[in-house]
């Protein structure tokens, strides 16, 4: 039987998980972007006998953009009105699980609301790993039966090998080929604790240890780096900006 299929929101051009997991699906089921209210206007034309998903991804994204909070509760509530709608029209919906908590949530209690609804909403949630599912189960209260476990999926066909050797890679960074060299890598938002790992790097009496920082970074980390004691400083390496595929 074909389904429709719905995802929110649509990440992909920042993250290639969704156009992945897509790719990867069974030919019956036809995906594309959209919104809650999309989805309703899609299952408002289909038979009765028709499946239709909504796939809620990061569930912030509600309302991640809102200007204050009693703004982002209503944008919410709102969803979660449609949702109900959707659902008690025949829609399924599914939930993937991202993290145990937004990345810088600004509205935490607008977050605690939406995921009170989504736990009873959901027909389906999915979680990335068995930990994950125990966490579900545990800290939302998710029966086991409504809780599918399908691991990430590899970026590595996305991303080639340079084909070079390491010595040269250390060379082209002023690394030292023995030493033992860390790397925090991507966009370095403060979720990525940047500043936490820089403060770890000066504790440790380890001069064998290099670390490269390499990524957007979206949280300034000039004052926590002007703070290290200058051998500590000599052994980091900054390579600001997006790093090409």
Do not use: C
């Amino acid at each position: 039987m074909p389904y429709q299929l719905v995802f929110f929101p649509d990440y992909r051009a920042a993250n290639p998980y969704q156009s992945l997991l897509y790719e990867h699906s069974a030919a019956e089921l036809h995906p594309r972007p959209g919104t809650i209210a999309e989805a309703l206007e899609i299952r408002a034309r289909q038979a009765p006998e028709d499946g239709m998903i909504f796939h809620l991804h990061w569930e912030d994204g509600v309302y991640r953009n809102e200007p204050d909070e009693a703004a982002a509760r209503a944008v919410a509530e709102r969803f979660v009105a449609d949702l109900e709608g959707f659902a008690d029209g025949g829609g399924s919906v599914l939930w993937t699980v991202h993290n145990a908590a937004p990345h810088d949530d600004r509205y935490p209690a607008v977050q605690a609301a939406l995921r009170a609804a989504l736990v009873e909403l959901a027909d389906l949630v999915h979680l990335h790993s068995l930990e994950a599912a125990g966490w579900a189960r545990t800290e939302l209260g998710l029966p086991p039966e409504r809780l599918v476990v399908v691991p990430h999926g590899n970026y590595r066909p996305l991303y080639h090998p340079i084909g070079r050797p390491q010595a040269k890679s250390r060379a082209a960074l002023d690394l030292p080929e023995e030493a033992r060299v860390l790397l925090l890598f991507g966009r370095l938002d403060a979720y990525k604790g940047g500043a936490e790992l820089l403060e770890a790097a000066a504790r440790l009496d380890r001069p064998e240890l290099w670390l490269v920082l390499a990524g957007r970074r979206v949280a300034p980390l000039d004052a926590a780096l002007a703070a290290l004691p200058e051998p500590i400083r000599a052994r980091i390496r900054v390579e600001p900006g997006p790093v090409p595929d």
